[in-house]
């Protein structure tokens, strides 16, 4: 069985997001389905907007995950760090609803999983990286 190679997965990531986003970023209209905090909390389209980005986002991660030994030194380290922070940062600022802060903390998760895929992509010139069920060598 073959793996899709990372540019589909890049792709589908992006279209995904961008759909995702778009739907999130509609003006809210019916009532929330549950409440993160006071302020946020997701309508209907909003959700469908979650869900298509979450979909979007899960094969990517699988990406990262299953190839996470090519990670290695300031990649590894920034993107981790970077995630960690925008990770806690997304979680003050809607928890604590501090308005459009927490498009700061996407930012910072954007940029951690493109600093990742970069890295995993350097690992062979066509930018599909070896396979990780064949041995190098």
């Given at each position: 069985m073959t793996r899709p190679p990372i540019?589909?997965?890049?792709?589908?990531?992006?279209?995904?997001?961008?759909a995702?986003?778009?739907?999130?970023a509609l003006p809210d209209s019916g009532p929330r389905l549950f409440s993160f905090s006071r302020t946020h909390g997701p309508s209907p389209v909003d959700f469908l907007g979650m869900i298509i980005a979450v979909a979007a986002w899960l094969p990517v991660v699988w990406l990262i995950w299953r190839r996470r030994s090519a990670l290695r030194g300031g990649a590894g380290a920034g993107s981790a760090g970077l995630a960690l922070v925008g990770v806690i940062l997304l979680a003050v600022t809607i928890g604590g609803d501090l308005g459009l802060w927490w498009l700061a903390a996407v930012t910072l998760l954007v940029a951690a999983q493109l600093i990742a895929l970069v890295s995993i992509a350097r690992e062979s010139p066509?930018?599909?990286g070896p396979s990780p069920d064949v041995p190098a060598g």
């Open positions: 540019r589909s997965r890049l792709l589908v990531w992006l279209v995904g997001s961008a995702g986003g778009l739907l999130l066509a930018g599909n």
